[in-house]
C-alpha cells in the first residue's frame, strides 16, 4: 500500500540532485568550456612512469599528479563537463550516505549546499581539478570508515600518514573528520594517535625525506590560486564538510515541522538552492575571460582570420586579446591596414608584452618575436616559462618548432619524445618526427620553412623592454621581413611619429610594397597636406586621391568642432577606424 508513497518520495528526495546533474553538464560545456580550454593549455599530462615518479618526490604529489591526469581529459570540454559534474554528484552522495550512516535518514540540505558551493566554485575558470578530487577522496575514505568495523577504524588510523603522502594537505579534512567522529565514539586513544602518528611522519619528512621547506610540506598541493582567489567560500564549504557529521546529528524539530503546502521545508530546502544557484552562476559568468580564452583558442590553432572577424564583431580593451590580434594581423599581412580597426593602447602593451616572470606573459609574449623572425627569442620566452611554470602544450610546441627551425634536430627530438607522451597532442607530435633531421621537409614546410627564412641573420642585443630597436635592427639587416616592417610601422603609428612614417616609404617600397596601406597611408596624408615636409622620391608608392578628401573632410569637421572634443568625437565617429581619429582623440 505505501510503496507508491514511498518511491514517489524517493523521486523527490533525489529529483534536484539529477538536475543539478544536468544543470552542470549543461552550464559548463555550453556557458563556460573556457574553463576546460584554460587548464588543459596550462599543464601537460604524460603517460610515463618517469612522470609519474616526478610526482612522488613530496606528500600531495600523486594527488597533483591525478588532478593533471583530469585536466588533460578538458581536451573535449564536454568530457570536461561531464567528469566535474559527476565528481559533484558523488560528493553530494558520499555526503548523504555519511548523514544516513549516523541516523539522519533525510539528509538533503547540507549535502545540496555543500555540491552547490562546489559548483560555484567551479565557474572559476581558476579552480583547478585537484580540488573536487581531494575533497572525494577524504569523504570516501572516511565514509569506509564508518560502514566498516573497528578494526577498519585502526587501520585507517594506522595508514592516515600515508594518506597524507598521496593527497598532502587535502588529508587535514580526513584527519578533521576522523577526530570529530572519535570524538563522538569517545575513543580518545584514536583521535590522539591520529595526530601524533601524522606529526611524527611529517617530521621525519621534514627532517629526513623530502626536500621541501616546511610551509611547502604544509600546504602543497593546495594554493590559492588553484582555487581562483575564492577563500572565504572556499573555507566556507571546508569547513561545512569538516561538520558534516556533527550537522547530521543536530536535530531542530522547529525547522522540520515548518512545511509548504504539506511539503516539508527540509525537503523543499534543495529546490530552493538549485534555483538560487542557477540565477547566481549566470551572473558569475566572465564574459571578459571567455572572450578571451576563444580568442585564445583560435589563435593556437592558427584560424587567424577567424580570430580578426571575431574581435571585428566583439571589441575588447583586454590588452593580451590585442596583443594576440595584432600577431594574427601581422601572421596574415594585414597589421598595418587594419590596424585601428581595433583598441590599441598607445604604450604599445598591445604590440609586445613586457617580460614578467609572475605572471602568463612569458607563454605568450614569444608568439611576437616568432611573427618577426627573432626565433632565438621566441625559445628563450618559451624556455624561461617552461622552467617557470612546467610544460604545457603550447610552449612545447613552440619550443619544438624553434629548435626544427634552428636545425637542432636532437633537442627538438627530446621536446617531441614529451609531446609524444601526452593523450591528445600525438598527431602533432607524429608530424613533427617527420621533420627530424630533413631540411628539405622543414624547407618546404608552410610555416617552418617561412620562419627559417626569416630567422635572423645578424647578432645583436634582445632590447625587451624595448623592441622597436630590435625592429630596427632586423629591418635594417633584411628589409624583406614584411612581418618585422609591418610591426614598426605599427609602432611609429602608435608613437604618432609622421615624419618617420613618411621616411620608411622608400624601405616599404624596396620590400616590395605596391601601394601604401591604409593606415600608413593616412599617417603620410596627414604629413603631406598639413605641410609638414616634402615626400621622398617613390616610384609606385603614393597617397591616393580618395585618402587626400577623406583627410580634407576629417580635419574641416575637426576644426568646426574643436572647441568641443566630445562633440568633435561624434561628429567623426565614422572615422574611428582611422590614424587621424587616434591621433586627435587617443
Not at 554528484?89 to 544516513?100: A, D, E, M, P, V
Not at 621525519?204 to 590559492?224: A, Q, W
Not at 591604409?518 to 586621391?545: H, I
Not at 583627410?551 to 568641443?564: P, V, Y
Amino acid at each position: 500500500m505505501n510503496s507508491v508513497p514511498n518511491k514517489s518520495k524517493i523521486i523527490f528526495r533525489f529529483f534536484p540532485v539529477v538536475l543539478l546533474f544536468l544543470f552542470a553538464i549543461v552550464f559548463l560545456h555550453s556557458f563556460t568550456d573556457y574553463i576546460f580550454f584554460y587548464q588543459e593549455k596550462s599543464s601537460l599530462f604524460q603517460l610515463s612512469f618517469s612522470f609519474l615518479k616526478q610526482h612522488l618526490d613530496q606528500p600531495g604529489g600523486f594527488m597533483e599528479y591525478l588532478g593533471k591526469l583530469q585536466m588533460a581529459l578538458y581536451f573535449y570540454p564536454l568530457l570536461g563537463a561531464f567528469i566535474v559534474s559527476s565528481q559533484i554528484l558523488l560528493i553530494i552522495w558520499l555526503i548523504s550516505r555519511i548523514g544516513k550512516q549516523l541516523g539522519a535518514e533525510n539528509f538533503l540540505f547540507v549535502p545540496f549546499l555543500a555540491g552547490a558551493l562546489l559548483f560555484y566554485l567551479q565557474t572559476n575558470y581558476q579552480y583547478q581539478a585537484i580540488n573536487n578530487l581531494g575533497i572525494l577522496f577524504q569523504l570516501l575514505l572516511f565514509l569506509g570508515l564508518i560502514i566498516n568495523k573497528p578494526k577498519y577504524q585502526w587501520l585507517v588510523v594506522v595508514e592516515l600518514p600515508v594518506v597524507y603522502f598521496l593527497f598532502g594537505s587535502f588529508s587535514y579534512l580526513l584527519l578533521g573528520l576522523l577526530t570529530i567522529y572519535f570524538l563522538y565514539q569517545k575513543s580518545w586513544l584514536k583521535a590522539m594517535l591520529s595526530w601524533i602518528g601524522l606529526g611524527f611522519f611529517f617530521w621525519i619528512g621534514k627532517e629526513f625525506l623530502f626536500f621541501y621547506t616546511t610551509d611547502s610540506l604544509l600546504v602543497f598541493p593546495f594554493s590559492e590560486t588553484g582555487i581562483g582567489g575564492q577563500v572565504v567560500l572556499f573555507g566556507v564549504t571546508a569547513f561545512l564538510l569538516l561538520f558534516v557529521q556533527v550537522l547530521a546529528r543536530i536535530r531542530i524539530n522547529a525547522i522540520e515541522r515548518i512545511k509548504i503546502r504539506k511539503i516539508k521545508l527540509g525537503g523543499l530546502s534543495p529546490y530552493l538552492i538549485l534555483v538560487l544557484l542557477v540565477i547566481v552562476a549566470f551572473q558569475n559568468i566572465d564574459e571578459k575571460s571567455k572572450h578571451y580564452f576563444h580568442a585564445e583558442k583560435l589563435f593556437y590553432e592558427q584560424k587567424y582570420d577567424e580570430l580578426i572577424e571575431f574581435n571585428m564583431q566583439f571589441p575588447t580593451k583586454n590588452t593580451l586579446t590585442a596583443f594576440l590580434n595584432n600577431v594574427a594581423l601581422a601572421e596574415t599581412g594585414r597589421l598595418s591596414n587594419s590596424f585601428f580597426h581595433f583598441p590599441q593602447s598607445s604604450n604599445g602593451n598591445s604590440l609586445f608584452l613586457k617580460w614578467e616572470l609572475v605572471t602568463n606573459v612569458l607563454e605568450r609574449g614569444g608568439y611576437f618575436y616568432y611573427a618577426v623572425g627573432m626565433i632565438n627569442e621566441a625559445q628563450r620566452w618559451a624556455y624561461e616559462y617552461m622552467v617557470m611554470k612546467g610544460n604545457s602544450p603550447e610552449v612545447l610546441k613552440m619550443l619544438i618548432k624553434t629548435e626544427l627551425i634552428k636545425g637542432n634536430y636532437k633537442v627538438a627530438e627530446k621536446y617531441i619524445s614529451v609531446l609524444g607522451r601526452t593523450f591528445f597532442h600525438r598527431k602533432e607530435a607524429k608530424a613533427f618526427q617527420a621533420l627530424l633531421f630533413n631540411d628539405k621537409a622543414i624547407a618546404v614546410h608552410p610555416e617552418l620553412g617561412r620562419r627559417r627564412m626569416l630567422d635572423t641573420k645578424v647578432d645583436f642585443f634582445v632590447h625587451s623592454d624595448n623592441p622597436l630597436i630590435d625592429l630596427e635592427s632586423i629591418v635594417e639587416a633584411d628589409s624583406m621581413n614584411i612581418p618585422a616592417l609591418e610591426y614598426k610601422l605599427a609602432r611609429l603609428m602608435l608613437q604618432k611619429d609622421v615624419v618617420a612614417l613618411a621616411e620608411m616609404l622608400p624601405v616599404m617600397e624596396k620590400a616590395g610594397y605596391k601601394r601604401i596601406p591604409k593606415n600608413v597611408e593616412e599617417a603620410v596624408a596627414s604629413y603631406s597636406l598639413l605641410d609638414m615636409g616634402d615626400l621622398p622620391d617613390t616610384r609606385y608608392l603614393s597617397v591616393s586621391e580618395p585618402t587626400k578628401r577623406q583627410f580634407r573632410e576629417f580635419f574641416q569637421i575637426f576644426m568646426e568642432n574643436r572647441s568641443d572634443k566630445q562633440r568633435a568625437q561624434k561628429a567623426l565617429a565614422r572615422y574611428s577606424n582611422t590614424y587621424w581619429y587616434y591621433v586627435f582623440f587617443k
